[in-house]
């Protein structure tokens, strides 16, 4: 027996849980090496004889988890129940700490024991903590959404219905400002357009509160003082930016309005964007910091969205009606550019004449060039530049035809530009374009300033055609036109072949396309009785 019980206090000893066995009156026992050293450093009688119970009492008073922990061991010693337990803290100077005290009642030979066990539980406890936090974020952003979706569901209806039910792009912007600062807590709201030629940002529309004073004023794209403007760096990144607090930007009383600094607290600036074409920019304005959050720029940027697709049906009915269209010509300096880069290597002059497309929708450009030798060769080393082939030589140089990869002909193309002039002289590109409306324009002449180094805006001119203009008839063409035809008639244009004398024959004609003399002719005839067919009004059923 002895030697279990040598056994049984040795294990107690190593236990990491403070342990203390109490008599029937409460005093202590016997306790262990954690209980002896819970505060670093050795107890040294242990606490052997005195009364626990009694000395947790005399904290009843001012600590109700020492009340309750003697309560529960009174009743275990006195036989009411035979185990207690509760959770309590016990932070030190240094950290937090929580334990788990239970009190568990036995006998041995006849005589009532207790044994009081303190189990530290600050791990477990700090999780729940830390779960009980997360939690209550979670039901805190809940009810943020719920209030953000509450006040915006009446905005997306009403904006969506202003965007879609407006006459023109003016009606548009004015409705979709005014029913944004119908909305707490926008204040402010101004949607504004860039103007290519100057590089400056217009505001078209605004609406505001009536204490907020407007001037009427533009931001210029490249000026120092407008660079930090939310408007400029939303349209050059192409992306939304937010400034949650504009008391911390310096730059802020300098921005439109003057008075953004004073009256408003944070500001979202939105691209209008529908594919590559870029409308404008929204700016809102809210008279509380942190507005912008990420529960609240979605919904915005779905609204820009709505506006971006009206304004582009919009612009697209007034391309179907409207007799304007816009020339645009720009010099770039650039070697890496493909007709830069060949004329470099030719050390020529290169003159565009036209473009056309094969069957498989690659662009064959053609262009004059004013040498003769090396001319293929040449092309061959351009890396936008897939092959190229002579069409015909003349005394003074070559009709060249180069099939492009993928670039900016195929990317001008995609904003509706019509090549008008590519031609290379003393290391500058000459570049003019035809464009449907001011926004392709816009999006037409970032292309070209994205992909090159150095680009200088020549002439911007928005000008009216005849009812007929040459792009309606380009367009009926090629509708009629198969695209063997379109290619002859192109070629045959391009290469001078209707002059007299003529520069190339039909012969050469036909092996630029691959094909024989006699099939030529046919494709040639055909197209030539189409086109005239559209001149003169001819029957349009005919067929050739």
Same mark, same amino acid.
């Given at each position: 027996m002895?030697s279990?019980?040598?056994?049984?206090? =040795?294990?107690?000893?190593?236990?990491?849980?403070?342990?203390?066995?109490?008599?029937d009156e409460?005093?202590?026992?016997?306790t262990n090496?954690?209980?002896?050293?819970?505060?670093?450093?050795?107890?040294?009688?242990?606490? %052997?004889? @005195?009364?626990?119970?009694?000395t947790a009492?005399?904290?009843?008073d001012?600590? $109700?988890?020492? $009340?309750?922990?003697?309560?529960?061991?009174?009743? @275990?010693l006195?036989g009411?129940q035979e185990?207690f337990s509760?959770?309590?803290?016990?932070?030190?100077?240094?950290?937090?700490?929580?334990?788990?005290?239970r009190?568990?009642?036995?006998t041995?030979?006849?005589?009532?024991?207790?044994? +009081?066990?303190?189990?530290?539980?600050?791990?477990?406890?700090?999780?729940?903590?830390?779960?009980?936090?997360?939690?209550?974020?979670? /039901?805190?952003?809940? /009810?943020?959404?719920?209030?953000v979706l509450? /006040?915006?569901?009446?905005?997306?209806?009403d904006?969506?219905?202003?965007?879609v039910?407006?006459?023109? /792009?003016?009606?548009?912007?004015r409705?979709?400002?005014?029913?944004l600062?119908?909305?707490?807590?926008?204040v402010?709201?101004? %949607?504004?357009?860039?103007?290519?030629a100057t590089q400056?940002?217009t505001?078209q529309?605004?609406?505001g509160h009536d204490?907020v004073?407007l $001037?009427?004023?533009?931001?210029?794209?490249d000026?120092g003082d407008?660079?930090?403007?939310?408007?400029?760096q939303?349209?050059?990144?192409?992306?939304?930016?937010?400034?949650?607090?504009i008391?911390?930007?310096?730059d802020?009383?300098?921005?439109?309005?003057t008075?953004?600094?004073?009256?408003?607290?944070?500001?979202?600036?939105?691209p209008l964007?529908y594919g590559?074409v870029?409308?404008?920019?929204?700016?809102?304005f809210?008279?509380e910091?942190?507005v912008?959050d990420?529960?609240e720029?979605p919904?915005?940027?779905?609204?820009?969205?709505?506006?971006?697709?009206?304004?582009?049906?919009i612009e697209?009915?007034r391309?179907?009606?409207?007799?304007?269209?816009?020339?645009?010509? +720009?010099?770039?300096e650039?070697s890496?550019?493909? +007709?830069?880069?060949?004329?470099?290597?030719?050390?020529a002059t290169l003159?565009?004449r036209?473009?056309?497309?094969?069957?498989h929708g690659?662009?064959?450009?053609f262009?004059?060039v004013d040498r003769?030798?090396?001319?293929?060769?040449?092309?061959?080393?351009?890396?936008a530049?897939?092959?190229?082939?002579?069409?015909t030589?003349?005394?003074e140089?070559?009709l060249l035809?180069?099939?492009?990869?993928?670039?900016?002909?195929?990317?001008l193309?995609?904003h509706?530009?019509? %090549?008008?002039?590519?031609?290379v002289?003393d290391? @500058?590109a000459?570049?003019?374009? $035809?464009?449907?409306?001011?926004?392709?324009?816009?999006?037409a002449y970032?292309?070209v300033?994205?992909r090159?180094?150095?680009?200088e805006?020549?002439?911007?001119?928005?000008?009216?055609q005849?009812?007929?203009t040459?792009r309606d %008839?380009t =367009?009926?063409?090629?509708e009629?036109?198969?695209?063997r035809?379109?290619?002859?008639?192109?070629?045959?244009?391009y290469?001078?072949?209707?002059e007299?004398?003529r520069?190339?024959?039909g012969e050469?004609l036909?092996?630029?396309?691959?094909?024989?003399?006699?099939t030529f002719?046919?494709h040639?005839?055909?197209a030539?009785?189409?086109?005239?067919?559209?001149?003169?009004a001819?029957?349009?059923?005919?067929?050739?």
């Amino acid at each position: 027996m002895d030697s279990r019980d040598n056994l049984a206090a =040795a294990a107690l000893e190593t236990l990491p849980i403070t342990v203390a066995i109490l008599d029937d009156e409460g005093e202590i026992l016997l306790t262990n090496q954690s209980w002896r050293t819970f505060e670093g450093e050795e107890i040294p009688n242990d606490h %052997i004889g @005195v009364n626990y119970v009694a000395t947790a009492a005399m904290d009843r008073d001012d600590d $109700e988890h020492a $009340e309750q922990a003697v309560n529960g061991i009174t009743a @275990v010693l006195a036989g009411e129940q035979e185990t207690f337990s509760m959770e309590y803290p016990c932070h030190s100077p240094e950290e937090k700490r929580w334990f788990l005290m239970r009190a568990s009642r036995f006998t041995v030979d006849d005589e009532t024991r207790v044994s +009081v066990v303190h189990l530290d539980i600050t791990e477990r406890k700090l999780a729940e903590i830390a779960a009980e936090a997360s939690a209550e974020q979670v /039901r805190e952003e809940h /009810r943020a959404l719920e209030h953000v979706l509450h /006040r915006v569901d009446g905005l997306i209806r009403d904006v969506t219905d202003a965007a879609v039910g407006a006459g023109n /792009r003016d009606d548009i912007e004015r409705r979709v400002c005014q029913r944004l600062v119908d909305t707490e807590p926008y204040v402010l709201a101004w %949607i504004g357009r860039v103007d290519v030629a100057t590089q400056r940002i217009t505001p078209q529309a605004w609406a505001g509160h009536d204490d907020v004073p407007l $001037e009427d004023a533009d931001l210029v794209l490249d000026a120092g003082d407008a660079q930090s403007h939310p408007a400029v760096q939303a349209l050059e990144g192409g992306d939304s930016h937010v400034i949650q607090d504009i008391a911390t930007f310096d730059d802020a009383d300098r921005w439109w309005p003057t008075c953004a600094g004073e009256r408003f607290h944070s500001v979202v600036a939105i691209p209008l964007e529908y594919g590559d074409v870029t409308y404008g920019v929204l700016v809102l304005f809210a008279d509380e910091p942190n507005v912008f959050d990420g529960r609240e720029l979605p919904v915005l940027e779905s609204l820009a969205g709505t506006v971006s697709t009206a304004l582009n049906a919009i612009e697209t009915r007034r391309m179907l009606t409207t007799e304007t269209v816009v020339e645009l010509e +720009v010099a770039i300096e650039d070697s890496s550019l493909f +007709v830069t880069a060949l004329a470099n290597a030719l050390e020529a002059t290169l003159t565009y004449r036209g473009i056309t497309y094969d069957e498989h929708g690659t662009p064959l450009a053609f262009f004059h060039v004013d040498r003769t030798a090396g001319v293929v060769d040449a092309a061959a080393d351009i890396d936008a530049i897939e092959r190229a082939s002579v069409v015909t030589e003349y005394e003074e140089g070559v009709l060249l035809e180069v099939a492009l990869s993928s670039g900016l002909v195929t990317a001008l193309a995609n904003h509706g530009a019509m %090549i008008q002039r590519l031609d290379v002289d003393d290391r @500058v590109a000459d570049l003019a374009l $035809e464009l449907p409306n001011g926004q392709s324009a816009r999006s037409a002449y970032n292309t070209v300033t994205e992909r090159y180094d150095r680009v200088e805006l020549l002439s911007y001119h928005e000008t009216d055609q005849p009812t007929q203009t040459p792009r309606d %008839i380009t =367009a009926q063409l090629d509708e009629r036109l198969t695209d063997r035809q379109q290619m002859a008639l192109r070629k045959a244009y391009y290469a001078n072949y209707f002059e007299w004398p003529r520069d190339v024959s039909g012969e050469e004609l036909a092996d630029s396309m691959g094909v024989s003399r006699s099939t030529f002719h046919q494709h040639l005839r055909a197209a030539q009785r189409k086109l005239l067919e559209e001149l003169f009004a001819a029957d349009p059923t005919s067929e050739g």
